[in-house]
């Protein structure tokens, strides 16, 4: 079973639920304001795809934090605790596609036709 983990007022995971519903794609999704973040999966997601691929850099919340906290992102321990702080930091949505398929992180329609099949 595939989950969309996100925001439901983020543009993007609109548009990513709006894909997979469009494509026939079952899915369940887990609202971090609502349910948190999971840590069991997000030590999964540092992992793979990657802190890098996580920490969402261009948004207004990374904006919003302060000099010294952004600069002390530089690795998976660090990333974790500052994602933990701040959902909304975590680059959405993350879609986890099943055991075979992996984890994805941002909307990428061409990816997800591959990973949706």
């Not at 304001?33 to 996580?54: I, N, S, Y």
Request: charged content about 25%.
């Amino acid at each position: 079973m595939t989950t969309l983990y996100g925001i439901p007022n983020c543009d993007t995971v609109k548009r990513a639920r709006a894909w997979l519903d469009e494509h026939g794609v079952a899915y369940t999704f887990h609202d971090f304001k609502k349910q948190g973040v999971p840590e069991d999966q997000l030590d999964r997601w540092l992992t793979a795809p990657g802190w890098e691929a996580l920490v969402n850099r261009r948004g207004t919340t990374w904006r919003g934090l302060d000099e010294a906290t952004r600069n002390a992102v530089v690795d998976a321990a660090s990333a974790r605790a500052v994602l933990l702080a701040n959902p909304s930091l975590i680059k959405r949505p993350v879609v986890n596609w099943g055991p075979k398929k992996g984890v994805t992180t941002g909307f990428d329609a061409e990816a997800w036709a591959v990973n949706a099949v």
